[in-house]
C-alpha cells in the first residue's frame, strides 16, 4: 500500500502534525483582521447594516481570490500563461474578477440594507451602503488581481505547485483585505 | 483566445457559485448585525470574529476534501459508516484541529487586546466561548460535510466540488450562529 493509504497516514496524531502549524499561522494572520474590526466597534455597532456587511465582504473577497489563483493556476500547468500584462489568459481572468466584483457587491449592499430594514432601522440610506459596498468589492477585486498573480508568480520562480501555496496564502490575505478595504470605505464614506 | 473570451468564460462559470455564497455570507451578516448586545457586553469577541470563520473554513473545506480524496483513491468504501477507521481519524483530528485553533485563537486575542491597554472581557469568558462554538458548529459541519460528500459521492456526484461550496455557504451561518447561542449561554451561565 501507499504511504499515502496507509492507516497511518489518516490517524488523528497524523493529520493535526500535518495542519496544525498552517491553522496557527492563518489564525495570526486573521487577527490581524480582527484588530480593524476591533478599532471599528463603536461604528459598526452603531450601524449594524455595516456589520451586516462584515462576513459577506471578507467571504467575496476570499472567494474572488481563490477562483482567480485556480484559474491561473490551471492556466500556468496546461502553459497557457505567462507573467505579461498583455498576455490574453492573465488580462482576461484579471478583468472577470473585476467585472465580477462590479456586478455583485451593489447587490451585496443592497441585500444588506434590505436585512438590515426588515429586522431594525438601518440608521443609513440604501445609496450610502450600495456606495460601501461598491467601493469595496472595486478595490478588493484589483488588489486580489495583484496579490494573485504576484503569489503565482512567486511561486513559479521558487518552482513550487501554484495549487499547494497560492490558494492557502490568496484566500487569507483577501480575508484580511477585506476588513482593511471596508474599513477604508466606511471611514471615508460613512 | 482573446482577452474578451478568457474574460467572458471566467464570468460565467464563476457568477452562480458567487452568488450562493454571497446569499450564505449576507445570512450570517443579519446574525452578527443582531448580536450587538452580546458584542457590547463581551469585548475581544468582535475581534476573534474572522479568525473563528476563517478555521471553520480551513479546518472543515480540508474534512471535505480529505474525504473526497479517500472516496477516489478507493481508501474509503462508498458504502462507509462511521465505524470506518480512516473516516473516524479524519473526523476526530478536525473536531480537535478546529477546537485546539479557536482556543488558540481567544488566548492570543486577550494577550493581544491586554498588551494594547484595549478594553477586553475576562480570559475564561473568551476561551468558554471560543471552546463551545468550536466544539458545537464542529459536530454540525462535520455531519453537513460528511452527509453531502458521501451521499453525493454514492449518487455519481464528484466529492471535489461539492465540499468547497458546502462548507463556504454553512461555514459562515453555522459559525456566526454557534457564536451567538455560546455567547448567550456563557453570559447567562457567568452572569457576564
Known sequence: ?190 | MTVREVAAGAYREALPVLLVSASGGLFAGLVLGGMEAELRAVPGLLLLVPAILATRGNVYGSLGARIGSGLHQGLIDAAVTIRDERLRGAIVAALLNGVLVSVAAAIMAFGLLALLGRPVAPLSTLVAITFLTGLLSGLLLTTAVVTVVVFGYRRGLNPDTLAGPVVTTTGDLVGVATLLLTTRLVLWLGGG
Do not use: K
Not at chain 1, 36 to 65: C, K, R, S, W
Open chain 1, 1 to 190: 500500500m501507499s504511504p499515502d493509504g496507509s492507516t497511518s497516514h489518516w490517524s488523528v496524531g497524523a493529520i493535526t502534525r500535518a495542519m496544525l502549524p498552517l491553522l496557527l499561522v492563518l489564525t495570526v494572520i486573521e487577527l490581524g483582521s480582527g484588530l480593524v474590526l476591533d478599532a471599528l466597534q463603536e461604528t459598526l455597532l452603531a450601524y449594524p447594516t455595516l456589520l451586516i456587511l462584515v462576513p459577506v465582504t471578507i467571504g467575496m473577497a476570499g472567494n474572488l481570490g481563490s477562483i482567480l489563483a485556480a484559474r491561473l493556476s490551471t492556466a500556468f500547468h496546461l502553459g497557457l500563461l505567462s507573467f505579461d500584462p498583455t498576455d490574453d489568459h492573465l488580462a482576461g481572468n484579471g478583468l472577470a474578477t473585476v467585472a465580477l466584483a462590479v456586478t455583485l457587491f451593489p447587490l451585496v449592499g443592497a441585500g444588506a440594507w434590505l436585512l438590515a430594514w426588515l429586522v431594525a432601522d438601518p440608521a443609513l440610506a440604501l445609496a450610502t451602503v450600495v456606495l460601501v459596498a461598491l467601493t469595496s468589492g472595486v478595490a478588493l477585486a484589483v488588489l486580489a488581481v495583484l496579490v494573485t498573480v504576484v503569489t503565482t508568480y512567486g511561486a513559479y520562480r521558487f518552482e513550487l505547485d501554484p495549487d499547494d501555496v497560492v490558494i492557502p496564502i490568496v484566500t487569507n490575505v483577501c480575508d484580511v483585505l477585506g476588513v482593511v478595504v471596508l474599513f477604508g470605505a466606511v471611514r471615508a464614506i460613512v
